[in-house]
């Protein structure tokens, strides 16, 4: 329950204290008086956004403090899960928000620094708020849906709806991710695997490269190397006077001198292996004379293979080695990127099985959601009768499910109907229902939802739109009804309304040293008369004005038979 509300150097506001009572609170003033601006602190406080120019002219900041009283467990639960302390006694919850005029904003809960994540997952149990154009709702069918769950009280079904919905998007979004990584995955395999195959159609030998260069350099100056080969091997073996030729006759000679001296027999083998070593490497340089001779296809192909091992290095920034290495790496990582289907199968079955455990679910919300409509059409238009629509027909129709898409509120599509006249078969409540109609029939269905808020107070936001004589006082009646069991509060223009109220503000609006201000007080008894007079008679309060007053307090507090009896028993059940 809201005990207390608190503003400082908010728009039209210096400074405001309000404090509320159980029951059925209103608020009344003049049209610009300021009464918005109360609803606007409330939802600054509990974590809206709020307006660049909010700060009063002249300050540097405004603060709006509000304390509830017996908070709902859920609030209590909230906050003990973000490490603020909820031991109070009382259950009393204070929320303070500061608004900087750059527009930071600080709040505070219970004393400690709170975020505006945590604001508003508290707002909807603390506070719901239902405008004066809310009714309009109604003419959205695809509003229907969300109203009848809210008054068959189906909030943890559907939240457990918008969560196995929500696995299901989380498996179908992996499916497709999935897909997307193997067709990338399919994508580089392919990029890899030509770039491996060009690799292994390469046949790179290590030392390959080396081995091409001498041979080219020896096929380039192949007549050169033969002209100097065949002049060493003449000097040295076949030629007149040759190396081995003198060499020859000094071996005879020192033989027959180690004959006569063995000292000289070292020598001698030494000279007689030199003379075999130059025997061979002559022979070795006439056979390289024979056979090196120009081969210009020889050079054009060591050119190719040369020019093929160069763009490769190039190409993937190595030597002949690296190469061989990569290539061997990208044969593997290809090996590695070709897998991944055994994880798309279970993808793919978790899939399913989100699916279906979705589709079972949407089909029990069906289920709760058709009692839930027979019940309603029931209950409905018992309410109505009493808000003076008597002999009202209203039914909840449900669309073919069969083949909608399942979505996170299940797959019904569901239109109310209504027939307000005897005899005539209900219509589309959004193309038939007049203004008043729709004001009476959202105050209903808030009515019946109201029991699923969980202890939150009630704001009504000029509901009465489109209403006024005896539908008003109904209206009244059932607003005071509600507040038997909540706290409600209602901001409305209508005296016939405001007579019903247990506790009544007023806000006015005042110019003080060239400023305006706005302030908000609760009218002793006393005062309500003039204040219903104001709302009657404009300026002039004559006194059939305050009398007119006066009666509709009376007529208020009295009891009407058949409807506050009725109204007791629902109450009571």
Known sequence: MLRTVRVRDLALIEELELALEPGLNVITGETGAGKS?????????LGGRPDADLVRTGAEEAAVEVLFANVPAEVRERLAGAGISTEDPQ??????????????????????????????????HLLRVYGQDEHQALRRVESHRELLDAVGGL????????????????????????????????????????????????????????????ERSRLVHAERLAVLATGAEEGLYSGEGAVIEVLGRALVAL???????????????????SLAELEEAGQSLGRYARELTPDASRLEAVEERLAQLARLKRKFAGTVEDLIRRRDELMAEVDSVAGGGEAMVELEAAAEAARRAAA?????????????????????????????????????????SEGRALGPEGWDEVEFFLSTNPGEEPRSLARVASGG?????????KTLAAADERGATLIFDEVDAG?????????????????????????????????????????TKKVEKERTVSTARPLAPTERVAELARMLGGERLTHEVREHAEQLLRRAQRPQPGIDSQQRGRVAG
């Not at 033989?255 to 007689?272: F, K, T």
């Not at 029990?364 to 309603?376: I, N, Q, W």
């Not at 109609?437 to 269905?445: F, Q, V």
Request: one cysteine or more; aromatic letters at 2%.
């Open 37 to 45: 601006i109360l609803l606007q602190a409330l939802d600054v406080a």
């Open 91 to 124: 259950d009393e919850l204070l929320v303070r928000r500061v608004i900087a005029r750059g527009g930071r904003t600080r709040a505070y809960v219970n004393g400690a620094l709170g975020s505006l994540a945590l604001l508003r997952e508290l707002a909807p």
């Open 155 to 214: 909030g943890r079904t559907l939240e457990e709806m918008r969560a196995r919905q929500g696995r299901l998007v989380a498996a179908r979004e992996a499916i497709a991710a999935a897909h997307a990584d193997a067709e990338a995955a399919s994508e580089r395999a392919e990029m890899l695997r030509t770039q491996a195959e060009e690799l292994v159609r390469a046949a790179l030998v290590p030392g390959e490269e080396e081995a091409l260069g001498a």
């Open 255 to 273: 033989r027959e001198a180690a004959g006569l001296d063995a000292s000289l027999e070292p020598v001698r083998a030494l000279l007689e292996s």
């Open 360 to 400: 079972e679910w949407a089909g029990r919300l069906s289920v709760e959601r058709r009692r839930g409509a027979r019940d309603l059409s029931r209950a409905l238009v018992a309410e109505l009768e009493a808000l003076a629509l008597t002999g009202a027909r209203f039914e909840a129709r449900f669309a073919e």
């Open 437 to 445: 109609e729709l004001s009476r029939i959202m105050l209903a269905l």
């Open 467 to 507: 209403i006024g004589g005896a539908v008003a006082e109904v209206v009244g009646r059932k607003l005071r009804q509600l507040g038997r069991s909540r706290q409600v509060l209602c901001i409305t223009h209508l005296p016939l309304i405001a007579a019903f109220a247990e506790h009544h503000v007023v806000v």
